[in-house]
T-cell receptor, first 114, second 117 residues
Framework: AQSVAQPEDQVNVAEGNPLTVKCTYS??????LFWYVQYPNRGLQFLLK??????LVKGSYGFEAEFNKSQTSFHLKKPSALVSDSALYFC????????????FGRGTSLIVHP | ETGVTQSPTHLIKTRGQQVTLRCSSQ?????VSWYQQALGQGPQFIFQ???????GRGNFPPRFSGLQFPNYSSELNVNALELDDSALYLC????????????????FGEGSRLTVL
């Protein structure tokens, strides 16, 4: 079975400060990892993915994520937060060679204060 | 390039009724999957269609069914609606080249919000 944990329901950060949204996963074998963002009353938008290669993945809107195999984590980061980054963020995982059905976390609400 | 579109955006049904939700995949995308997102939860996989056949299903009862058409658009049908079916239903498409085992990102529509009274 595969699973994703997003341990924080909400993350608060001041505009201009760095932000981190945490994600840990459990999967049999090597993982494919994804981050999506959801704005109010909208569908999910893809931010970035890790398949293989460099542990630091760069994505849309200045976001990046660091894959850490030993800690089974894939934390989302941004050096300088914007108020417009305020949204719901979802981490997802699926196993390489296994079920192609991705499992999503419960989501983390990011609030960036002016 | 036209993105994933879903209809209707909102609808209200009563318990026991049936509902059909529709999805047009992004241009060139041949795989469509459906997700249920309950309030405060992440998306839960319902099923996926590839070349008009269901090729994966999550933990949902048979009253959840679907179709994919030759133009890759899709429908989600839910029979005998229950109160717990109230949720945002998301359709996602993915492009060819990724094959049946989707290795890449999903392109989501904005969803259909279903309320069951």
């Amino acid at each position: 079975a595969q699973s994703v944990a997003q341990p924080e329901d909400q993350v608060n950060v001041a505009e201009g400060n760095p932000l981190t949204v945490k994600c840990t996963y459990s999967v049999s074998g090597n993982p494919y990892l994804f981050w999506y963002v959801q704005y109010p009353n909208r569908g999910l938008q893809f931010l970035l993915k890790y398949i293989t290669g460099d542990n630091l993945v760069k994505g849309s809107y200045g976001f990046e994520a660091e894959f850490n195999k030993s800690q089974t984590s894939f934390h989302l980061k941004k050096p300088s937060a914007l108020v417009s980054d305020s949204a719901l963020y979802f981490c997802a995982v699926r196993a390489l060679g296994g079920s192609y059905i991705p499992t999503f976390g419960r989501g983390t609400s990011l609030i960036v204060h002016p | 390039e036209t993105g994933v579109t879903q209809s209707p955006t909102h609808l209200i049904k009563t318990r026991g009724q049936q509902v059909t939700l529709r999805c047009s995949s992004q241009s060139g995308h041949n795989t469509v999957s459906w997700y249920q997102q309950a309030l405060g939860q992440g998306p839960q996989f319902i099923f996926q269609y590839y070349r008009e056949e269901e090729n994966g299903r999550g933990n949902f009862p048979p009253r959840f069914s679907g179709l994919q058409f030759p133009n890759y658009s899709s429908e989600l049908n839910v029979n005998a609606l229950e109160l717990d079916d109230s949720a945002l239903y998301l359709c996602a498409s993915s492009p060819p080249g990724q094959g049946v085992q989707n290795t890449g990102e999903l392109f989501f529509g904005e969803g259909s919000r279903l309320t069951v009274l």
